[in-house]
């Protein structure tokens, strides 16, 4: 596979954050490689995962009509008779060059993005295919900015795309500016497709008004990590995976809190909550784990059947958000601002941090079994009472407005969605553990049973950029480092969502 660079000019990404890295550069005909993923991508560099605040100029969630819907699968089923696509699907050795857009993310330094599964699966996509196909990527810097729009640099991709690979929170932008095609044709006369073949819940993140436009990839359960060493020398025992409450989270915590009082310890924390005082550049706020995930865990679907927020106005939300505030000044949990970054890297190589939250998404966490953290194991996503475990799908494909042959576009997408199975960590389809070990063998047996049951009942986060944007700035930034009540923060929330949606 040979990749093309695309490298974004951004004049406004300047300051710290600048300077925790940049996404991967690509000059074509240069095999990508994958990275190894280290602690500092899972709690700091990651941080910058999480989108922020919104922006005018940014078009609103998509609300097209079931008329326009209609239109827009009979005009891509009209592109699909026009002489543009007459070729159809290529012949065995044809080597047909398929561009494959992507997103590399500037905080992705330790290559844990679409960047290295592309590589990998394009190459066993294209013996699979034999030979058919090329898979040529072209790279599109994501930069850390809740403004950020995918669409808008599609528009300027040289030479354009024939499938795109993304972030789901991206969706929406691409569905507002009709970039994507529809895929409900192209499904109904695939007989090797196989709906039961995915996780319960994960094509539906990929549907919209009524039509599937993408198939996910991979998706990233949320869970904890947990330090076993400091549980012991706290004297406790590892909580139990079933039943990981709020009240079990809590009281594990608060047994491996630190402070002044401990020596070796001052800083210490039970829990790692990390929100980096230094916004981005677009003024959007890092946070890890965001609250929106502690919604999620106690709500489900935050935007609810008819995309209001509703929920957000609950008594629960202002229960869960008010325990989001006492993580940060009442049980401490949030490291003060002048140890952030760096210093909060230090504390945790000193054994010092009980337990953080991770995303799990990329290759092997061989950081989980490796020197000073090898006695650390990963649990769920504590309960709050909502059914199923926070998840995102951080990978999704789909075949872009802009290529000219739809048909070999989706023959493309599936003989490469086949390969990514096999290099995806979680993968969208359905595994085994024994699958599971495959790619990431140094988890435990236990840990890839747990992610096998989590992904059994998943809950998947729906949100787009901007919305993470709106979350993150109003509550997590709000109340951690402006320290306003949680109903304040969830108001401003409520309300900035109802603002974005009305545009």
């Not at 930069?143 to 950020?148: A, I, L, N, P, R």
């Not at 915590?253 to 230094?278: C, K, N, T, Y």
Request: net charge negative; proline share 7%.
């Amino acid at each position: 596979m040979h990749t093309k660079s695309k490298q974004i000019e951004d004049p406004d990404h300047v300051g710290p954050r600048a300077a925790t890295g940049s996404g991967p550069v690509i000059s074509r005909r240069r095999l990508l490689t994958a990275g190894t993923a280290g602690i500092a991508a899972a709690m700091l560099a990651a941080c910058g995962e999480e989108e922020s605040a919104p922006d005018t100029r940014l078009p609103a969630p998509p609300t097209a009509s079931h008329e326009t819907v209609q239109a827009r699968a009979v005009a891509a089923t009209v592109t699909e008779a026009t002489p543009q696509d007459t070729r159809g699907i290529p012949a065995p050795g044809a080597m047909r060059s398929v561009n494959v857009a992507f997103t590399a993310p500037t905080w992705s330094v330790w290559g844990f993005g679409i960047e290295p599964m592309l590589l990998s699966a394009g190459l066993a996509a294209s013996a699979a295919s034999e030979r058919r196909y090329a898979y040529e990527g072209n790279t599109i810097t994501d930069h850390f900015k809740s403004d950020y729009s995918l669409s808008a640099q599609l528009d300027s991709l040289p030479g354009g795309a024939d499938l795109l690979m993304f972030h789901a929170h991206d969706l929406p932008d691409l569905l507002a500016s009709e970039q994507l095609l529809p895929l409900d044709e192209h499904l109904q006369s695939d007989a090797g497709f196989d709906r039961d073949a995915f996780w319960p819940g994960t094509l539906e993140t990929g549907f919209h008004e009524g039509v599937q436009y993408t198939l996910p990839v991979a998706v990233a359960p949320w869970s904890i990590v947990f330090n076993r060493d400091l549980a012991k020398e706290s004297g406790i025992e590892m909580p139990e995976r079933e039943g990981f409450d709020q009240a079990a989270f809590l009281q594990a915590g608060l047994a491996m809190q630190g402070g002044p009082s401990i020596e070796g310890r001052e800083h210490g924390l039970g829990f790692l909550l990390q929100v980096d005082p230094r916004p981005g550049p677009g003024g959007d706020y890092a946070s890890w784990p965001p609250a929106y995930v502690f919604l999620q865990a106690a709500l489900g679907d935050l935007r609810g059947a008819n995309g209001t927020f509703e929920a957000l106005r609950s008594a629960e939300a202002l229960e869960i958000t008010q325990f989001f505030h006492d993580m940060a000044h009442t049980y401490k949990f949030a490291p003060k601002p002048e140890r952030s970054g760096d210093r909060v890297w230090i504390t945790y190589t000193e054994g010092s941090i009980g337990m953080f939250g991770e995303s799990l998404q990329g290759p092997g966490y061989g950081w989980l079994r490796s020197g000073p953290f090898a006695n650390q194991v990963l649990l769920p996503f504590p309960s709050f009472g909502a059914v199923g475990n926070p998840a995102d799908v951080w990978t999704m494909i789909g075949i872009s407005a802009q290529t000219v042959e739809p048909k070999m576009a989706y023959d493309a997408l599936r003989a490469l969605e086949r390969q990514l199975r096999n290099v995806a960590f979680v993968p969208a389809a359905k595994s085994t553990p024994e699958q599971l070990r495959a790619i990431a063998p140094a988890l435990l047996d236990e840990e890839l049973q747990m992610i096998v049951d989590l992904m059994a009942s998943a809950s998947y986060v729906r949100l787009s950029r901007q919305e993470r944007g709106v979350l993150t700035n109003a509550i997590d930034a709000g109340i951690v480092l402006e320290g306003i009540s949680a109903q304040e923060a969830l108001l401003a929330a409520a309300t900035n969502l109802q603002i974005l949606a009305d545009r």
